[in-house]
């Protein structure tokens, strides 16, 4: 089995898209119909909320590891894309 090696952006697409499809259907209810099952002023909320979660110190260690030895990543990488993930906010 080949490992997943992917960028920081995809890893956080999807939790972003996690919280879309995960949290967003079950997590609220309407009384009135909708287009496309969403409320249409709730939508994005689950999903950008979960996007925070990628970088959460408790949940990053769990899946940001080395491919070959396994070893967490270093504090010193993660700060570095913490920083860039902040210094970009606005952008795209």
């Known amino acids: 089995m080949s490992p997943a090696l992917i960028s920081f952006d995809d890893v956080t697409t999807m939790f972003h898209d996690s919280g879309t499809h995960c949290m967003g259907y079950g997590g609220y209810q309407v ?21 925070h979660w990628a970088m ?11 491919y070959k030895t396994g070893e967490v990543m270093p504090k010193e990488l993660s700060d570095k894309i913490n920083a860039r993930r902040i210094s970009t906010r606005g952008i795209g």
């Open 56 to 66: 959460h110190p408790d949940i990053f260690e769990h899946y940001a590891h080395h």
């Open 31 to 51: 009384s009135q119909p909708v287009r496309y099952g969403h409320a249409r002023d709730f939508v994005e909320f689950p999903s950008q909320f979960n996007e």
